[in-house]
C-alpha cells in the first residue's frame, strides 16, 4: 500500500508565502510524476504544478511566476512553493502520484488527505 501525506498549509495574508510538502511511502518501485492540485469551493479539481523523475515541470497559467515545485527522489517527496499569494489561491491542495509498486505492474494513481491553504486578510 502507497500513502501520500502532506503538510504546510495554513492561513496567509495576501502577498504571503507557504511551502507544501507530500511524502510518498510504501510499497514504492518507482514514481515517475508528482503533482499538486486544488480544489476551491464549487469548483472542479485543477492542475496547479507537475514534476518529473527527471525535473521537468508544468504550471498552470494562474500560478506561473509565483509557485515553484521542486522534487527529492530519494525521499519521494514534493515541494510546492507558494509566494505572492492571492486569495483566489485558496483552495484544499492535494499531491498526486501515480505510483509503480512492481517492476513490470502499471503505475496506480493515489492521492494525498489534501491540506486547506487560506489566503485572506
Known amino acids: 500500500q502507497v500513502q501520500l501525506v502532506e503538510s504546510g498549509g495554513g492561513l496567509v495574508q495576501p502577498g504571503g508565502s507557504l511551502r507544501l510538502s507530500c511524502a510518498a511511502s510504501?510499497?514504492?518501485?518507482?514514481?515517475?510524476?508528482m503533482g499538486w492540485y486544488r480544489q476551491a469551493p464549487g469548483k472542479q479539481r485543477e492542475l496547479v504544478a507537475a514534476i518529473t523523475s527527471s525535473g521537468n515541470t508544468n504550471y498552470a497559467d494562474s500560478v506561473k511566476g509565483r509557485f515553484t515545485i521542486s522534487r527529492d527522489n530519494a525521499k519521494n517527496t514534493v515541494y510546492l512553493q507558494m509566494n505572492s499569494l492571492k486569495p483566489e489561491d485558496t483552495a484544499v491542495y492535494y499531491c498526486n502520484a501515480p505510483v509503480r509498486t512492481t517492476m513490470t505492474g502499471p503505475p496506480q494513481n493515489y492521492w494525498g488527505q489534501g491540506t486547506q491553504v487560506t489566503v485572506s486578510s
Open positions: 510504501g510499497s514504492i518501485f518507482s514514481i515517475y510524476t
